[in-house]
Each structure stands twice: as C-alpha cells, then as structure tokens.
C-alpha cells in the first residue's frame, strides 16, 4: 500500500521553512537571556513556526487566490522572526554571526516564496 502525502510537503519552500524553523527554535534554547524575556522567545518562536503553517494551510486551501493569500502571511512570519532575530542581537542574546547566518537562510526562503507567488500568478490564479 502506497502512503498518501500531503502536498505541501513536495514544497522546496516548506520544507527550507521547516528546516529554519528548526535552527531558529534549537537556537532558542540556548539563548543567553534571562526568563524575564520568555514572551519574546515565545514570539520568536511562533513567527518562525508559522513560516511552514502558513505555507501548509495555503496550499491546503480550494483556491490559489487563497494560496498566494496564505504565502503573504508567511513571508510576513518570516519578517517577523527575522526582526526579533535583530532585536536578539542588539540585546547581545546572539551573535553577530548567527544573525547573518539566519536571515541570509531567510533571504533565500523569502525568495523562494515570491517565486512560488509568481509562478501562481503566471499559471493563472483566479480571482
């Protein structure tokens, strides 16, 4: 018997998104802040997360209007993550260099999001 997948996960962008998502919470764990800070960690955390949900519930949507819709929302998660990651920085939480390891990573992601986007609209996406 043949086991059925989600379509989402054939996605070159879901599955970079995972895979960030991944690094950003591993990093989190290790992050040298106070608990005081939890909220941030949290924030942090669900922004990243909700890169590849967002990606996945898109594509799970009846429409590629709602598909391109639901890729907005995640390049904007992914904005997200990539400014709390600045605002770590400053706090000195993490490092130069960890930073611009991860949004050089995010940069690609949101490339390959505005290329999936593109590519919807060339196929012809309904209004």
Do not use: C, P
């Amino acid at each position: 018997m043949v086991a059925k997948q989600f379509g989402f996960k054939n996605l070159d962008v879901w599955q970079r998104a995972v895979g960030f998502a991944k690094k950003v919470i591993d990093l989190s764990e290790n992050l040298a802040t106070a608990n005081k800070h939890y909220r941030l960690v949290e924030q942090l955390e669900s922004a990243v997360a909700s890169i590849a949900q967002n990606i996945a519930e898109g594509k799970g949507r009846r429409s590629k209007k709602e598909f391109i819709r639901f890729l907005y929302i995640a390049r904007g998660s992914l904005y997200e993550a990539i400014t709390l990651l600045h605002i770590f920085e400053k706090k000195n939480w993490i490092s130069s260099t960890q930073l611009e390891d991860l949004e050089a990573e995010g940069f690609e992601i949101a490339s390959m999001i505005k290329g999936l986007i593109n590519s919807i609209y060339q196929s012809g996406h309904e209004k």
